[in-house]
């Protein structure tokens, strides 16, 4: 083990005894201290779920990245293991970048990652290199392979780009580990390439799985590509997109592309949409469960709103809460794993009631909770005009989820939060027309909310960093609807 590794871990070790668990989320993965973005190596090995996490445990801000680790049984209820990854190879020095894992039949864990080194040219300017490399281990140690990297430059198509090549997502199929990696063209575009491999350390290069064509923003990150009742889903992270209408929004965002592979193994596309529709959520990975789900976990933040931080917390970053996710109609629906229930606590519904105005209802409260309402006009013939949530209120801080019945489009809101910046505290999407019938599920958790609406049509994620005493919901109207609310205290 490294000098650079036995720092990190013995540094956790100490930071995290100094951050009481009522500082942390209740029901999402944060780092053991420090920094996390990205999840990586989301794994089954040794009969639990393994979870990477890109990594600076010295700041809650982007440093070096190391890899941290956590194991668990059910992917809600997380245990910290040591740090399994620290910059400390040439090839490596300056990040070990996102990847994934695979269990092998000799029963080795295998990381593959990207690796990055900062290398200066002839004209003195310097560059980032990215290639892709393995460490493998026990669950807990992990070893660099000797041979690193296992994929350079050297290996990639004509007209990829030789500076930005990562996140790889490896899996094994008939015998055979095959690899996606994110590339950008020389031409400043986004693409996905497969590699094949006998022995998950040779690796050949086997063909472009898609181009972006300049559709969807620029450089592809973090891509996953899987069956899924019928179809072939792919993953992937573009940056900086340009928006269109409200299915795609700027900046960085999640794209899933559903299609079939033909006869020769050619990824034809059918429907794209997006992964997440509200602010907060990146880089997502899937599993297939033991009983044959497809679970995801993703990065519940944004590149572009990391900016919102409390100086009192000694973490920063949290993974979203594992969704189970299916095709229906070939769209992705997705709905929160159904482990969940293990942790209810108290039960608390109200049928039918009639709102007109703004109105809280009895014990409906609370920062740690899983909460339905449904809403239907009180008249067939008189539509309401909008509806709102507002949550985590204390009467001066509190966020928002309006629905719109009439332009068909929910928003959710967090200007009012408590935020002192001027980042994205908005999103909106288009949903069903259901006559301004609709369902809305939040996971309202201390530090964060997800929103699924219609059954796991749409998703809608958002941090929240309002102080956790402010509890209060209540319920608004323009116009008169009837409600159905059941809510569920989440308790360990």
């Given at each position: 083990?490294?000098?650079?590794?036995?720092?990190?871990?013995?540094?956790?070790?100490?930071?995290?005894?100094?951050?009481?668990?009522?500082?942390?989320?209740?029901?999402?993965?944060?780092?053991?201290?420090?920094?996390?973005?990205?999840?990586?190596?989301?794994?089954?090995?040794?009969?639990?779920?393994?979870?990477?996490?890109?990594?600076?445990?010295?700041?809650?801000?982007?440093?070096?990245?190391?890899?941290?680790?956590?194991?668990?049984?059910?992917?809600?209820?997380?245990?910290?293991?040591?740090?399994?990854?620290?910059?400390?190879?040439?090839?490596?020095?300056?990040?070990?970048?996102?990847?994934?894992?695979?269990?092998?039949?000799?029963?080795?864990?295998?990381?593959?990652?990207?690796?990055?080194?900062?290398?200066?040219?002839?004209?003195?300017?310097?560059?980032?290199?990215?290639?892709?490399?393995?460490?493998?281990?026990?669950?807990?140690?992990?070893?660099?392979?000797?041979?690193?990297?296992?994929?350079?430059?050297?290996?990639?198509?004509?007209?990829?780009?030789?500076?930005?090549?990562?996140?790889?997502?490896?899996?094994?199929?008939?015998?055979?580990?095959?690899?996606?990696?994110?590339?950008?063209?020389?031409?400043?575009?986004?693409?996905?390439?497969?590699?094949?491999?006998?022995?998950?350390?040779?690796?050949?290069?086997?063909?472009?799985?898609?181009?972006?064509?300049?559709?969807?923003?620029?450089?592809?990150?973090?891509?996953?590509?899987?069956?899924?009742?019928?179809?072939?889903?792919?993953?992937?992270?573009?940056?900086?997109?340009?928006?269109?209408?409200?299915?795609?929004?700027?900046?960085?965002?999640?794209?899933?592309?559903?299609?079939?592979n033909d006869k020769d193994g050619n990824?034809?596309?059918?429907?794209?949409?997006?992964?997440?529709?509200?602010?907060?959520?990146?880089?997502?990975?899937?599993?297939?469960?033991?009983?044959?789900?497809?679970?995801?976990?993703?990065?519940?933040?944004?590149?572009?709103?990391?900016?919102?931080?409390?100086?009192?917390?000694?973490?920063?970053?949290?993974?979203?809460?594992?969704?189970?996710?299916?095709?229906?109609?070939?769209?992705?629906?997705?709905?929160?794993?159904?482990?969940?229930?293990?942790?209810?606590?108290?039960?608390?519904?109200?049928?039918?009631?009639?709102?007109?105005?703004?109105?809280?209802?009895?014990?409906?409260?609370?920062?740690?909770?899983?909460?339905?309402?449904?809403?239907?006009?009180?008249?067939?013939?008189?539509?309401?005009?909008k509806f709102e949530i507002r949550f985590?209120?204390?009467?001066?801080?509190?966020?928002?989820?309006?629905?719109?019945?009439?332009?068909?489009?929910?928003?959710?809101?967090?200007?009012?939060?408590?935020?002192?910046?001027?980042?994205?505290?908005?999103?909106?999407?288009?949903?069903?027309?259901?006559?301004?019938?609709?369902?809305?599920?939040?996971?309202?958790?201390?530090?964060?909310?997800?929103?699924?609406?219609?059954?796991?049509?749409?998703?809608?994620?958002?941090?929240?960093?309002?102080?956790?005493?402010?509890?209060?919901?209540?319920?608004?109207?323009?116009?008169?609807?009837?409600?159905?609310?059941?809510?569920?205290?989440?308790?360990?």
């Open positions: 083990m490294s000098s650079k590794l036995d720092k990190a871990r013995e540094y956790e070790v100490k930071k995290e005894k100094m951050i009481p668990d009522e500082m942390r989320p209740g029901f999402h993965l944060s780092p053991r201290c420090g920094w996390m973005n990205d999840p990586n190596g989301l794994s089954i090995f040794g009969g639990e779920y393994h979870l990477f996490y890109q990594y600076y445990p010295y700041e809650t801000v982007w440093g070096p990245m190391h890899w941290g680790h956590a194991t668990s049984i059910d992917l809600i209820n997380w245990k910290y293991l040591p740090a399994a990854m620290a910059p400390d190879e040439e090839y490596d020095k300056d990040g070990c970048f996102s990847g994934s894992a695979v269990a092998t039949e000799d029963g080795k864990h295998v990381l593959i990652y990207t690796g990055v080194h900062k290398e200066e040219d002839e004209n003195g300017d310097m560059h980032e290199y990215q290639t892709q490399c393995v460490a493998v281990g026990d669950g807990v140690n992990y070893e660099k392979y000797g041979n690193n990297p296992v994929i350079r430059a050297s290996a990639l198509p004509k007209g990829a780009g030789i500076y930005d090549f990562r996140d790889p997502k490896v899996w094994k199929e008939n015998g055979k580990y095959y690899m996606i990696v994110g590339n950008k063209t020389e031409d400043k575009d986004g693409q996905l390439l497969l590699f094949t491999s006998d022995d998950c350390f040779n690796w050949t290069y086997d063909r472009v799985v898609i181009k972006n064509n300049h559709r969807f923003g620029v450089m592809w990150e973090c891509p996953d590509f899987f069956p899924l009742d019928g179809k072939q889903v792919l993953l992937t992270s573009p940056q900086d997109m340009l928006p269109e209408e409200l299915e795609f929004h700027n900046g960085n965002g999640t794209l899933c592309i559903i299609g079939s990824f034809n596309e059918e429907n794209c949409q997006a992964v997440d529709y509200g602010i907060d959520f990146y880089a997502p990975q899937t599993i297939a469960s033991a009983d044959g789900r497809r679970i995801m976990i993703g990065w519940m933040q944004n590149w572009d709103t990391c900016g919102i931080r409390r100086d009192d917390l000694p973490w920063f970053g949290q993974m979203s809460f594992p969704r189970e996710i299916w095709i229906e109609n070939n769209r992705l629906m997705q709905k929160p794993l159904r482990e969940i229930e293990n942790y209810y606590g108290k039960r608390i519904s109200r049928q039918n009631v009639l709102i007109s105005e703004r109105a809280s209802l009895s014990s409906i409260e609370g920062r740690c909770i899983d909460m339905t309402v449904k809403v239907r006009p009180a008249l067939e013939d008189a539509l309401y005009r985590a209120d204390n009467g001066k801080s509190y966020s928002t989820i309006e629905y719109d019945p009439v332009d068909n489009i929910v928003k959710i809101d967090r200007k009012h939060s408590g935020s002192r910046r001027a980042i994205v505290h908005q999103r909106r999407c288009r949903v069903s027309n259901n006559k301004g019938k609709i369902t809305l599920r939040l996971i309202l958790d201390r530090f964060s909310m997800e929103l699924f609406i219609n059954d796991g049509e749409q998703v809608m994620s958002m941090v929240i960093l309002t102080d956790v005493k402010a509890e209060g919901i209540s319920f608004n109207c323009q116009g008169s609807l009837l409600m159905d609310v059941t809510m569920h205290e989440l308790k360990r």
